[in-house]
C-alpha cells in the first residue's frame, strides 16, 4: 500500500505538468508609493490552469526617490497572483482581472517598526495576444500592505511567453 502511495505522488506531478500550460513574464513599471515614485522591474512564472484563470509567482524590485527621508530607498516584492481572464481566449484582444497576495520588504531607511508583511493585490490588466506564445500589454495594480507608509500602485507595460 505504501508503494502505491509513493508512486501515486510520484507520478501524478509528472503526469500534471507535462500537460500544463507554463509561461514567463517580464515587466517595467512605475511604482508610486504615498507621494513617492519611482521605477521598478519584475518577472514571473505561470501556469495556465484553464483557459481563463492563470496562476502567477513572481517578483519585483524597485528604487523610489523620497521627498519624506530626502533619499532612495529600496523595494522589494514577491507575490502569488490569479488572473481572470474576462473574454474568449481566442479574441486578440484581452482584459483580465488580477487578484493575490505578496510579501514586501521595504529598506531600512525607511524606519517602519517592522520593515516588511504580507499585503493584498488587486488590479487589471489589458492586453493584445498576436498568436499563441506571446501576449503583451498594460497592468494596473494596487497594492494594500499595513507596513507600507501609504498607499502602493504600480502602472506599466509586461511581455509575456507561453511555453
Known amino acids: 500500500m505504501k508503494k502505491t502511495i509513493l508512486l501515486i505522488l ?3 506531478p ?5 500537460q500544463s500550460k507554463f509561461n514567463a513574464e ?3 513599471t512605475s511604482l508610486i508609493i504615498k507621494s513617492d515614485a519611482g ?5 514571473g512564472l505561470g501556469y ?3 483557459s481563463q484563470i492563470n496562476l502567477i509567482l513572481g517578483f519585483m524590485n524597485g528604487t523610489i526617490d523620497s521627498d519624506l527621508i530626502n533619499d532612495d ?6 507575490y502569488f497572483n490569479v488572473d481572470y481572464r474576462f473574454n474568449s481566449e481566442d479574441s486578440k484582444f484581452g482584459i483580465s482581472s488580477i487578484m493575490g497576495f505578496s510579501y514586501m ?6 524606519n517602519l517598526d517592522d520593515g516588511n508583511g504580507f499585503g493584498m493585490d488587486l488590479g487589471a490588466r489589458a492586453f493584445i495576444s498576436q498568436n499563441d506564445n506571446y501576449e503583451y500589454g498594460f497592468r494596473l495594480i494596487s497594492t494594500y500592505n499595513s507596513e507600507s507608509p501609504g498607499a502602493i500602485l504600480e502602472t506599466g507595460l509586461y511581455f509575456k511567453y507561453k511555453f
Not at 14 to 18: G, K, L, Q, R, S
Not at 39 to 43: D, E, K, Q, V, Y
Not at 105 to 110: C, M, P, Q, S, V
Open 48 to 50: 495556465q490552469a484553464s
Open 14 to 18: 509528472i503526469t500534471i505538468i507535462a
Open 73 to 78: 530607498y529600496k523595494f522589494s516584492k514577491y
Open 105 to 110: 520588504d521595504f529598506d531600512d531607511k525607511l
Open 26 to 28: 517580464a515587466y517595467g
Open 39 to 43: 521605477l521598478a522591474f519584475g518577472a
Open 10 to 12: 510520484l507520478v501524478l
